[in-house]
């Protein structure tokens, strides 16, 4: 759209926010782009979010615009030959067409945009290499990877800007991919939720409801049940650490594809007073329940720049995490958090025990936690955002 036909958009934007899964699939990308999408319109802009599954889902929220699709077992991501009428009549109207996932919207918008010349801007969210390798299993390692990195390298240069959230997937971009220009942008948080749902000792009747003690140190993960999330060695390297300190417990909020896999473990190693398993919660209630906890863990590798990370380290929880792209961008070692080298038998198990040990290191990283969240408000980044939208409307 030219500057001629819209002369209102320095004052305020037309986004479309394209996704692949939303609610009442529960993500990272979920909670990024429902927060997005407020706080643009906060600020006055009129803000479309255009996703795939059932059109009868009640939408708590305005223009949303659901494309009939066939779910993906129980993943989240729904299938959709093309987008329908109301979403291709939607994007020649726009002035920034902005996608979360580049093969199925992605792909959908390539050629829409082209024809209507609406700016393509794409955040890239996600390892696509280690999603292959749990996902694409069949196809042998060298053609998927080669074919993952054609196509992602022939769609971001497709678009007017693409987005890291950190700086070590901009380098991943230039090394799998070989695209160079991506501008790292942090994704963001809003803070006070989580903030304000400290101190972290809550009243005890919240952790005896859960069956958590007034002196059990609790480790808390917030996230999906499932093979990328690496959650099998999680488990392990929690089985450890309980056997060695009988003051330890881990809640589980989320669910996924491993769900199984957890609580036949759980079972077999006698675990069921030790790890407690929450389910999906409404992402309103997460604060509360992170604040329940001593510190937050995670055992996967495939994070670009977890939102549930920046939460944890809002509410003041040292982050025990393996050191991977993401993690390492977020989560400064011995400072906010502690970090082990690799995913190995021991490693996890090993610094989360250093937690469970030394009392006044626990008190300082959860110090060290809550000043590290500042560098991802929502304010600042999202903000950062729409600059960048700016800048490339000033360019037409």
């Known amino acids: 759209m030219s500057n001629a036909s819209n002369p209102v958009y320095n004052t305020r934007m037309r986004i479309g926010l394209f996704v692949d899964m939303y609610l009442p699939h529960m993500s990272g990308i979920t909670n990024h782009v429902r927060l997005y999408k407020r706080y643009f319109e906060q600020q006055g802009h009129e803000v479309f979010l255009v996703t795939f599954g059932s059109v009868h889902y009640h939408d708590d929220e305005s223009n949303v615009i659901r494309n009939p699709a066939i779910p993906y077992g129980k993943t989240g991501w729904n299938y959709s030959p093309f987008f329908n009428r109301m979403t291709r009549n939607l994007i020649p109207t726009l002035d920034i067409a902005h996608v979360h996932h580049p093969f199925q919207s992605g792909s959908y918008l390539l050629n829409r945009v082209k024809s209507s010349r609406t700016p393509l801007v794409f955040t890239n969210h996600t390892r696509h290499d280690l999603y292959a390798d749990v996902y694409a299993r069949a196809i042998p390692a060298s053609q998927r990877h080669k074919w993952n990195a054609s196509y992602l390298r022939y769609f971001m240069e497709k678009c007017n800007l693409v987005i890291a959230p950190s700086a070590s997937i901009a380098d991943w971009l230039t090394t799998y991919v070989q695209y160079a220009g991506a501008q790292v942008i942090p994704n963001g948080i809003d803070l006070a939720p989580f903030a304000q749902a400290t101190p972290k000792k809550p009243d005890s009747a919240a952790r005896n409801a859960l069956g958590i003690g007034a002196d059990d140190i609790l480790f808390c993960y917030v996230g999906r049940v499932s093979r990328e999330k690496n959650i099998n060695y999680l488990l392990q390297e929690f089985a450890g650490l309980a056997r060695r300190h009988l003051s330890t417990k881990l809640l589980i909020i989320g669910s996924g594809t491993e769900m199984r896999y957890a609580r036949n473990f759980i079972k077999e190693q006698g675990l069921d007073e030790r790890i407690i398993l929450a ?36 509410a003041g929880l040292p982050v025990v995490a393996v050191a991977s792209s993401g993690i390492s961008d977020t989560v400064e070692h011995e400072c906010s958090g502690l970090l082990a080298d690799k995913p190995e038998l021991g490693a996890l198990l090993t610094q989360a025990e250093r937690l469970v040990l030394d009392e006044s290191m626990l008190s300082r990283l959860s110090v060290g936690a809550k000043q590290r969240a500042q560098c991802y408000s929502l304010d600042n980044t999202a903000r950062q955002v729409l600059e960048a939208y700016q800048k490339i409307l000033d360019k037409r």
Request: proline share 6%; hydrophobic share 45%; net charge negative.
């Open 279 to 314: 389910g999906t919660q409404d992402y309103s209630d997460i604060p509360s329940y992170i604040a329940l906890a001593d510190a937050f863990i995670t055992g996967s590798v495939s994070e670009v720049h977890p939102l549930v990370v920046i939460e944890a380290l809002a």
